[in-house]
Protein backbone atom coordinates (compact mmCIF):
# COMPACT_ATOMS: atom_id res chain seq x y z
CA UNK A 1 0.00 0.00 0.00
CA UNK A 2 1.85 3.78 -1.07
CA UNK A 3 -0.71 6.00 0.10
CA UNK A 4 -3.52 6.27 2.76
CA UNK A 5 -5.78 9.51 2.69
CA UNK A 6 -7.57 10.24 6.32
CA UNK A 7 -10.02 12.06 6.22
CA UNK A 8 -11.52 12.99 9.69
CA UNK A 9 -15.52 13.72 9.45
CA UNK A 10 -17.50 15.91 11.32
CA UNK A 11 -20.92 17.52 10.83
CA UNK A 12 -20.22 17.76 7.62
CA UNK A 13 -23.03 16.75 5.56
CA UNK A 14 -23.31 19.32 2.54
CA UNK A 15 -19.58 18.93 2.01
CA UNK A 16 -18.54 15.09 2.13
CA UNK A 17 -19.76 13.63 -0.60
CA UNK A 18 -18.00 15.91 -2.95
CA UNK A 19 -15.03 15.62 -0.98
CA UNK A 20 -15.40 11.43 -1.79
CA UNK A 21 -16.64 11.76 -5.35
CA UNK A 22 -13.10 13.86 -5.83
CA UNK A 23 -10.89 11.10 -4.52
CA UNK A 24 -12.88 7.83 -5.06
CA UNK A 25 -13.23 8.62 -8.80
CA UNK A 26 -9.90 9.27 -9.46
CA UNK A 27 -8.60 5.55 -8.32
CA UNK A 28 -8.81 3.57 -11.43
CA UNK A 29 -5.67 1.76 -12.36
CA UNK A 30 -4.37 2.84 -8.50
CA UNK A 31 -6.56 1.19 -6.11
CA UNK A 32 -4.44 -1.55 -5.30
CA UNK A 33 -1.89 1.99 -4.62
CA UNK A 34 -4.72 3.77 -2.01
CA UNK A 35 -6.52 3.34 1.24
CA UNK A 36 -9.23 5.75 2.52
CA UNK A 37 -9.56 6.11 5.98
CA UNK A 38 -12.79 8.09 7.27
CA UNK A 39 -12.46 8.83 10.87
CA UNK A 40 -16.40 10.06 11.83
CA UNK A 41 -16.22 12.07 14.71
CA UNK A 42 -19.57 11.40 16.45
CA UNK A 43 -21.17 13.53 13.72
CA UNK A 44 -25.19 14.43 14.68
CA UNK A 45 -25.99 15.24 11.06
CA UNK A 46 -26.16 12.94 8.17
CA UNK A 47 -22.25 12.75 7.41
CA UNK A 48 -21.46 9.46 8.73
CA UNK A 49 -24.29 7.94 6.36
CA UNK A 50 -22.99 9.57 3.25
CA UNK A 51 -19.60 8.03 4.50
CA UNK A 52 -21.13 4.88 5.01
CA UNK A 53 -22.29 4.52 1.17
CA UNK A 54 -18.86 5.14 0.34
CA UNK A 55 -17.18 2.76 2.76
CA UNK A 56 -20.06 -0.28 1.39
CA UNK A 57 -19.25 0.14 -2.17
CA UNK A 58 -15.22 0.04 -1.97
CA UNK A 59 -15.07 -1.87 1.41
CA UNK A 60 -12.18 -3.40 0.04
CA UNK A 61 -9.28 -0.32 0.34
CA UNK A 62 -12.10 1.77 2.47
CA UNK A 63 -11.92 2.34 6.88
CA UNK A 64 -14.53 3.63 8.23
CA UNK A 65 -14.06 4.15 11.73
CA UNK A 66 -16.31 5.81 14.41
CA UNK A 67 -15.01 7.38 17.61
CA UNK A 68 -16.49 9.37 20.07
CA UNK A 69 -16.32 13.52 20.03
CA UNK A 70 -12.74 13.98 20.65
CA UNK A 71 -11.77 16.61 17.94
CA UNK A 72 -9.88 17.17 14.97
CA UNK A 73 -6.34 16.01 16.04
CA UNK A 74 -7.43 12.83 17.91
CA UNK A 75 -9.55 12.10 14.66
CA UNK A 76 -6.54 12.29 12.42
CA UNK A 77 -4.20 10.30 15.29
CA UNK A 78 -6.70 7.73 14.85
CA UNK A 79 -6.82 7.78 11.44
CA UNK A 80 -3.18 7.69 11.68
CA UNK A 81 -2.56 4.43 14.18
CA UNK A 82 -5.14 2.39 11.57
CA UNK A 83 -2.81 3.59 8.15
CA UNK A 84 -1.20 1.03 6.43
CA UNK A 85 0.43 3.13 3.54
CA UNK A 86 3.90 4.21 3.18
CA UNK A 87 2.65 7.70 2.79
CA UNK A 88 0.16 9.73 4.46
CA UNK A 89 -1.99 12.25 3.69
CA UNK A 90 -4.74 14.30 5.37
CA UNK A 91 -7.64 15.64 3.83
CA UNK A 92 -10.13 17.83 5.25
CA UNK A 93 -14.12 16.53 4.51
CA UNK A 94 -15.51 19.89 3.29
CA UNK A 95 -12.41 20.27 0.98
CA UNK A 96 -11.17 18.49 -2.03
CA UNK A 97 -8.54 17.19 -4.23
CA UNK A 98 -7.85 18.07 -8.08
CA UNK A 99 -8.54 16.04 -10.64
CA UNK A 100 -6.10 13.27 -11.94
CA UNK A 101 -4.02 14.48 -8.96
CA UNK A 102 -3.84 10.93 -7.18
CA UNK A 103 -1.86 9.79 -10.72
CA UNK A 104 0.81 12.90 -10.23
CA UNK A 105 1.16 12.16 -6.18
CA UNK A 106 1.59 8.69 -6.81
CA UNK A 107 4.21 9.25 -9.63
CA UNK A 108 6.13 12.10 -7.24
CA UNK A 109 6.29 9.70 -4.09
CA UNK A 110 7.96 7.18 -6.52
CA UNK A 111 10.42 9.17 -7.98
CA UNK A 112 11.47 11.21 -4.59
CA UNK A 113 10.86 8.66 -1.47
CA UNK A 114 11.80 12.06 0.63
CA UNK A 115 10.03 12.28 4.24
CA UNK A 116 8.00 15.35 3.07
CA UNK A 117 6.86 16.30 -0.15
CA UNK A 118 5.35 19.61 0.38
CA UNK A 119 2.77 21.09 -2.66
CA UNK A 120 1.26 24.20 -3.41
CA UNK A 121 -2.76 24.99 -2.61
CA UNK A 122 -5.76 25.68 -4.39
CA UNK A 123 -8.03 28.27 -1.90
CA UNK A 124 -11.74 28.87 -2.75
CA UNK A 125 -13.91 30.48 -1.47
CA UNK A 126 -17.40 29.51 -0.64
CA UNK A 127 -18.89 32.84 -0.99
CA UNK A 128 -17.98 33.50 -4.78
CA UNK A 129 -16.26 30.51 -5.78
CA UNK A 130 -13.05 32.80 -6.16
CA UNK A 131 -9.98 30.54 -6.27
CA UNK A 132 -6.64 31.62 -5.11
CA UNK A 133 -3.39 29.61 -6.06
CA UNK A 134 -0.86 30.08 -3.15
CA UNK A 135 2.55 28.65 -3.27
CA UNK A 136 4.19 26.70 -1.00
CA UNK A 137 7.09 29.51 -0.61
CA UNK A 138 7.11 33.08 -0.74
CA UNK A 139 6.84 34.02 -4.34
CA UNK A 140 10.60 35.07 -4.83
CA UNK A 141 12.06 31.96 -3.95
CA UNK A 142 9.69 30.14 -6.52
CA UNK A 143 12.13 29.92 -9.14
CA UNK A 144 15.23 27.66 -7.06
CA UNK A 145 13.60 25.88 -4.75
CA UNK A 146 11.20 23.80 -6.17
CA UNK A 147 11.83 20.09 -6.97
CA UNK A 148 15.24 19.93 -4.90
CA UNK A 149 15.69 17.82 -1.59
CA UNK A 150 16.03 20.76 1.32
CA UNK A 151 16.40 20.23 4.90
CA UNK A 152 14.72 22.50 7.50
CA UNK A 153 17.46 25.03 7.44
CA UNK A 154 17.06 26.06 3.91
CA UNK A 155 13.01 26.53 4.46
CA UNK A 156 12.89 28.19 7.91
CA UNK A 157 12.91 31.70 6.20
CA UNK A 158 10.61 30.73 3.10
CA UNK A 159 8.04 28.93 3.64
CA UNK A 160 4.68 30.07 4.43
CA UNK A 161 1.33 28.80 5.91
CA UNK A 162 1.66 25.19 6.98
CA UNK A 163 -1.68 23.64 6.95
CA UNK A 164 -0.97 19.85 7.17
CA UNK A 165 -3.15 19.04 3.82
CA UNK A 166 -0.20 20.69 2.13
CA UNK A 167 2.04 17.73 2.81
CA UNK A 168 2.25 14.42 2.27
CA UNK A 169 4.79 12.23 4.83
CA UNK A 170 6.57 9.26 4.65
CA UNK A 171 4.75 7.08 7.20
CA UNK A 172 8.03 5.64 9.26
CA UNK A 173 9.33 9.20 9.60
CA UNK A 174 6.31 10.15 11.54
CA UNK A 175 6.51 7.14 13.15
CA UNK A 176 9.96 6.99 14.27
CA UNK A 177 9.84 10.62 15.02
CA UNK A 178 6.71 10.02 17.14
CA UNK A 179 4.69 12.97 15.69
CA UNK A 180 1.00 12.68 15.99
CA UNK A 181 -1.15 16.14 16.57
CA UNK A 182 -1.43 17.53 20.29
CA UNK A 183 -5.27 17.07 20.94
CA UNK A 184 -7.93 20.53 22.06
CA UNK A 185 -5.92 23.39 20.77
CA UNK A 186 -6.33 25.64 17.58
CA UNK A 187 -3.68 26.13 15.40
CA UNK A 188 -3.36 22.45 15.85
CA UNK A 189 -1.48 22.42 12.13
CA UNK A 190 1.31 25.02 12.49
CA UNK A 191 2.04 23.40 16.15
CA UNK A 192 2.41 19.70 14.40
CA UNK A 193 4.06 21.09 11.01
CA UNK A 194 7.02 22.09 13.37
CA UNK A 195 7.99 19.54 14.45
CA UNK A 196 7.65 17.79 11.55
CA UNK A 197 9.99 20.07 9.72
CA UNK A 198 12.27 20.33 12.39
CA UNK A 199 12.39 16.53 12.14
CA UNK A 200 12.25 16.07 8.76
CA UNK A 201 15.74 15.57 6.50
CA UNK A 202 14.79 15.62 2.99
CA UNK A 203 11.88 18.13 1.87
CA UNK A 204 10.27 18.08 -1.73
CA UNK A 205 8.51 20.99 -2.93
CA UNK A 206 6.29 20.22 -5.79
CA UNK A 207 5.35 22.97 -8.17
CA UNK A 208 1.57 21.70 -8.11
CA UNK A 209 -1.68 22.45 -6.64
CA UNK A 210 -3.47 18.87 -6.08
CA UNK A 211 -5.38 20.39 -2.78
CA UNK A 212 -8.71 22.34 -3.20
CA UNK A 213 -8.91 24.21 0.20
CA UNK A 214 -12.51 25.64 0.59
CA UNK A 215 -12.67 29.26 2.77
CA UNK A 216 -16.15 28.52 4.10
CA UNK A 217 -15.43 31.33 6.67
CA UNK A 218 -12.25 33.12 7.97
CA UNK A 219 -10.84 30.97 11.35
CA UNK A 220 -7.66 33.12 11.00
CA UNK A 221 -6.20 35.14 13.79
CA UNK A 222 -6.52 38.26 11.72
CA UNK A 223 -9.92 38.17 11.98
CA UNK A 224 -10.75 36.17 15.29
CA UNK A 225 -10.24 37.12 18.44
CA UNK A 226 -11.65 34.28 20.67
CA UNK A 227 -9.91 34.31 23.94
CA UNK A 228 -8.93 30.46 23.40
CA UNK A 229 -7.67 31.14 19.89
CA UNK A 230 -5.04 33.42 21.20
CA UNK A 231 -3.99 31.41 24.25
CA UNK A 232 -3.41 28.36 22.23
CA UNK A 233 -1.36 30.48 20.28
CA UNK A 234 0.78 30.73 23.21
CA UNK A 235 0.25 27.19 24.68
CA UNK A 236 1.74 26.06 21.61
CA UNK A 237 5.00 28.48 22.14
CA UNK A 238 5.27 26.48 25.38
CA UNK A 239 5.03 23.36 23.80
CA UNK A 240 7.98 24.48 21.21
CA UNK A 241 9.74 25.40 24.36
CA UNK A 242 9.81 21.95 26.28
CA UNK A 243 10.50 20.10 22.95
CA UNK A 244 13.20 22.34 22.44
CA UNK A 245 14.90 21.45 25.78
CA UNK A 246 14.38 17.64 25.43
CA UNK A 247 15.34 17.20 21.63
CA UNK A 248 18.25 20.10 20.79
CA UNK A 249 21.51 20.30 21.95
CA UNK A 250 22.92 22.90 19.29
CA UNK A 251 22.17 26.57 18.94
CA UNK A 252 21.10 26.31 15.31
CA UNK A 253 18.61 23.71 16.46
CA UNK A 254 17.25 25.61 19.16
CA UNK A 255 17.10 28.48 16.69
CA UNK A 256 14.63 26.74 14.68
CA UNK A 257 11.62 26.74 17.21
CA UNK A 258 12.89 30.65 18.39
CA UNK A 259 12.52 31.24 14.85
CA UNK A 260 8.76 29.77 14.91
CA UNK A 261 7.81 31.47 18.33
CA UNK A 262 9.18 34.76 17.13
CA UNK A 263 6.24 34.05 13.64
CA UNK A 264 3.36 33.39 16.02
CA UNK A 265 4.05 36.79 18.70
CA UNK A 266 4.78 38.62 15.40
CA UNK A 267 0.98 38.00 13.84
CA UNK A 268 -0.26 38.69 17.63
CA UNK A 269 1.40 42.21 17.49
CA UNK A 270 1.37 42.85 14.00
CA UNK A 271 -2.67 42.48 13.96
CA UNK A 272 -3.14 44.37 17.38
CA UNK A 273 -3.73 41.51 19.72
CA UNK A 274 -1.63 41.92 22.46
CA UNK A 275 -4.21 43.96 24.12
CA UNK A 276 -6.62 41.39 23.83
CA UNK A 277 -4.46 38.83 24.39
CA UNK A 278 -2.78 40.75 27.72
CA UNK A 279 -6.61 41.67 29.31
CA UNK A 280 -8.09 38.24 28.62
CA UNK A 281 -5.16 35.56 29.34
CA UNK A 282 -2.83 38.17 31.29
CA UNK A 283 -0.11 37.23 29.74
CA UNK A 284 3.56 38.92 30.71
CA UNK A 285 5.10 41.74 28.38
CA UNK A 286 8.51 40.98 29.33
CA UNK A 287 7.93 36.80 28.19
CA UNK A 288 6.49 38.64 24.75
CA UNK A 289 10.21 40.64 24.47
CA UNK A 290 11.86 37.49 25.26
CA UNK A 291 10.86 35.91 22.66
CA UNK A 292 10.46 38.63 20.38
CA UNK A 293 14.74 39.01 20.89
CA UNK A 294 15.28 35.18 20.58
CA UNK A 295 13.67 34.97 17.53
CA UNK A 296 15.47 38.08 16.30
CA UNK A 297 18.36 36.25 16.40
CA UNK A 298 16.94 33.00 15.29
CA UNK A 299 15.89 35.20 12.26
CA UNK A 300 18.69 37.03 11.64
CA UNK A 301 20.80 33.41 12.22
CA UNK A 302 18.87 31.48 9.36
CA UNK A 303 17.93 34.50 6.79
CA UNK A 304 21.25 36.00 6.43
CA UNK A 305 23.74 32.90 6.91
CA UNK A 306 22.13 30.48 5.24
CA UNK A 307 21.33 33.26 2.08
CA UNK A 308 25.53 33.77 2.46
CA UNK A 309 26.08 29.82 1.91
CA UNK A 310 23.54 30.33 -0.78
CA UNK A 311 24.87 32.53 -2.63
CA UNK A 312 28.25 30.84 -2.44
CA UNK A 313 26.83 27.66 -3.95
CA UNK A 314 24.90 29.99 -7.10
CA UNK A 315 28.29 31.65 -7.43
CA UNK A 316 30.05 28.09 -7.52
CA UNK A 317 27.26 26.18 -9.95
CA UNK A 318 28.23 29.76 -12.49
CA UNK A 319 31.23 29.32 -12.60
Not at 114 to 142: G, P, T, W
Not at 254 to 259: H, L
Amino acid sequence: MLLSIIIPIYNVEKYIDGTLRSIYSQLGNHISDIEIIMVNDDSSDQSAAIATQYYDQYQSITQLIHQNNMGLSCARNTGLKAAQGQYIWFVDSDDSIESDSLSKIIKYIKEYHADILAFDMLRIKEKNQKIKYVSIFHRKYNHYLYCKKLNRFQLVSKIRETPVQKFIFRHSFLKENQLTFYPGIFHEDNEYMVRCLFHAKTIIPIPYAPYRYLARSSGSITSSKNPKRIKDLLLIMQIHNSYKETHCVKYKDKAFFDYYNFRAVHRLLKNNLFKEYKDTVGYDKKEFKNILIKGLRASAHFVLWYSIIECFIDLYKNK
